[in-house]
Structures are given as structure tokens and as C-alpha cells.
């Protein structure tokens, strides 16, 4: 091979890489405008975050399509915090922090996988006369994502949303002394209209039961080491 050649092989190889890189940039986009989405009750900009055939794991069962992804977060989410109502309300604090991304793209750009952990704050101040029924009036929630990500018309979309609950705590008694107030389905839409249209079939118990969420990305130091073993 030839220095043109070796040249234009370079260049192609850099290409790639700041394209995946812009890909990178790109979803983690897409995942943080969904936690700030969620912070002020912009529900529709949530459903609109995902493709047309997107889903949402959630508590053990999966919100398929738009149609679902919208009964999750409109007609549940924002009925139970927000009484149905659009945008943010005094007194109701709903903050989503998203950290410690590890995103992943498809050697052919179509397709992605990312990790995120969310923190979450939430309660309701005493000048606020509604409070959510079976809710904590101060709590702390986390939980951790692992996504699907696809490519539409050059656009990044999410394909599938699969959020696992860690732990919810009372704010004023902490994690070691509360459970958790969400619990797993139990109930499928449309016997339940809010439940979701089937369950994973693997049953999430939540806080304090704990259950690994497997990760989609290889070590990144194993397999660091056995790549340079294979070209050796």
C-alpha cells in the first residue's frame, strides 16, 4: 500500500470515528433533554424524544409504540404528579439528574446502546394543595438505564427505554428505613388503562431488594487486552 493510499485509509478511519463521535454527542442529547423534559412536565416532548415502534420497560412491564409510551407518561405520570396539567406547577419538585453515560454505536451508525444512572428529587412544598395520593411528600429515587437507540432519517430517536429502579427513599427517614412506593404491575392495559401492554417476564422487585442490570458494552480493559492478543 501506498502513502496515497495509507493517506485516504487515515482519513477514512478519522471520519468514522468523529461521525461516531458526533453520534455519541447526539444521544446523549436525546437522554438529557428527556430529564429535563421530566423536571418541568413537558410530557409530550417526552413521547416525541421516541420512534414510532419505541418502547418503554418500566416496573416489569413494556408501553409499546407512541400509543404506550404516551399512556405511561401523559396519562399516568402526569395525572398522578400533576393533575393532567402541561408544564411545571409552584411548589412541585420533579428533577431528573442523567450522569455517567456510556454510550455505544454501531459500527454501521444505525443503531445504539447507552447506560445512564438517574438521580431523582422529588416532593411536594407545603404552599402546594395537591399532594400525590400515595406518594412521599419529599423523596429520593435512582435507577439505572440501559437504552436502544435508532437512527431515523438522520435523526436519533429512542427505540427502547429500560429503566431499572435501585432504591426510593422518604426524604425525611432516608433509604435505610422506607420502601419503595412504586411496586411492579400487576394488571395489562387495557384491564388496567394505565397498565402496560405486557409484562418482560422477569419479575424487578424493588427497594430494598436488589437485582443486577447487566451492561451492553464490553470491558473495556479485558477487552482491550485480548483485541491486542488477537492481532499478535
Known sequence: MDKIDLLLKKNEELEDRLDKLEDVNAIKRIHFSYGYYIDYCHYDDVVNLFAEDGEVVFLSGVYKGHAGVRRLYCEWIQQLFNQG????????LFDHIQMQDVITVADDRKTAKG?????????????????PEGVPQ???????????YVREDGVWKIKR?????????DYETGWAHTDSHLHPAQVLYPEDPLGPDYFTGEKRETWPYRQDMPV?????????????????
Request: charged residues 30%; aromatic residues 12%.
Open 85 to 92: 396539567r402541561e408544564g411545571p406547577d409552584d411548589g412541585f
Open 115 to 131: 447506560r445512564f444512572r438517574g438521580i431523582l428529587l422529588g416532593g411536594s412544598h407545603d404552599i402546594r394543595k395537591y399532594k
Open 138 to 148: 419529599q423523596f429520593m429515587e435512582s435507577g439505572i438505564y440501559e437504552n436502544d
Open 161 to 169: 427505554l429500560d429503566y431499572v429502579l435501585q432504591w426510593q427513599a
Open 216 to 232: 451492553h458494552y464490553a470491558h473495556p480493559v479485558i477487552a482491550k487486552a485480548l483485541s491486542k492478543q488477537d492481532k499478535s
